[in-house]
């Protein structure tokens, strides 16, 4: 089996560069906890610390960027074209599709034979872009999200009219793209890992089999908040998997040390596992 990670160690390594100092003081971020403008109850809340850190990996781009509906987009081919097409809507983190570790991720789920569209919908403005001293990470999700809302509709139209409505869609989110993910209403399948933004009414309105990939330590999705979701999954008689991995915190599944095995096996052992659950149901 072709290993996620298997070129990774081999690879220079870095410390993404910490925003911590940038985001809200803790009391902030817990109150963002408690209910969505909407009055809805917060599960998966606003990035922390642990969402703007991590191993940064260094690759070669196997896809190539393109524009969907006016959004740049990272497009990851399968080594062969089948019959039927499969097609994976990917939403990444806040570090955009195309920082290596997420393209990285995104080439080897086309290697497994998927056709994978990364959008960006920072519009070339992700995190990383932002490492000075006073900047205002509020703002900066604000104006993301805004533009998230306005371009997701749009672009996956856009990628059904250009592989068509006999293709089978699936939907990932990490972290900032998980509501994406949980939202799309097109695919037989979706899943995510370390969510933010995510309010109850996400699991009440599932729309297709969800699989959960979850840390151990995560402060924007508790091991309490995940219990709620599995209660109100289980009460919606939902289709699902969850699978939580010990040793690690929020970002394993994209970002994990290549140094450390647990966290090796975990991001792998998560990746190998979205593409098994979204073969097995693209095959019914």
């Known amino acids: 089996m072709l290993k996620l990670i298997s070129t990774y160690a081999l690879l220079a390594l870095s410390l993404l ?5 940038a985001l809200p003081a803790a009391d902030d971020h817990a109150s963002h906890a408690t ?3 909407d009055g809805n109850t917060w599960l998966a809340t606003s990035i922390g610390p642990d969402c703007i850190t991590g191993a940064r990996y260094h690759g070669v781009m196997q896809g190539k960027n393109i524009t969907i509906a006016d959004v740049p987009t990272y497009y990851a081919e399968p080594p062969v074209d089948a019959a039927e097409k499969k097609v994976i ?7 955009g599709p195309f920082l290596d570790n997420n393209f990285m991720l995104q080439d080897w789920f086309a290697s497994q034979g998927f056709h994978v569209l990364g959008i960006d919908y920072f519009f070339g403005d992700p995190i990383q872009n932002h490492p000075e001293p006073g900047f205002n990470i509020t703002a900066w999700l604000a104006k ?12 996956k ?8 409505e006999d293709a089978k869609y699936a939907a990932v989110g990490y972290c900032f ?8 209403t097109e695919v037989v399948a979706s899943a995510f890992a ?10 009440r309105n599932v729309q297709s089999p969800l699989l959960l990939s979850l840390a151990e330590t995560d402060s924007t999705f508790s091991t309490a908040a995940s219990r709620r979701a599995m209660d109100i999954l289980m009460e919606e008689r939902a289709t699902y998997h969850l699978q939580q991995f010990s040793g690690v915190q929020h970002g394993f599944a994209t970002r994990a040390d290549p140094n450390d095995a647990n966290a090796v096996w975990a991001k792998e052992e998560s990746g190998r596992s979205v593409i ?9």
């Open 17 to 21: 560069p910490s925003l911590a100092s």
């Open 35 to 37: 209910t969505a403008s």
């Open 89 to 95: 809507f990917f939403f990444s983190d806040v570090y």
């Open 144 to 155: 993301s999200q805004r533009q998230a809302a306005e371009a997701v509709p749009k672009w």
């Open 157 to 164: 139209a856009a990628v059904i009219e250009e592989f068509g």
């Open 177 to 184: 793209g998980a509501s994406y993910a949980m939202e799309a």
């Open 194 to 203: 370390h969510p933010a933004f995510l309010t109850e009414n996400h699991f």
């Open 276 to 284: 098994g659950w979204f073969t097995r149901f693209m095959a019914q």
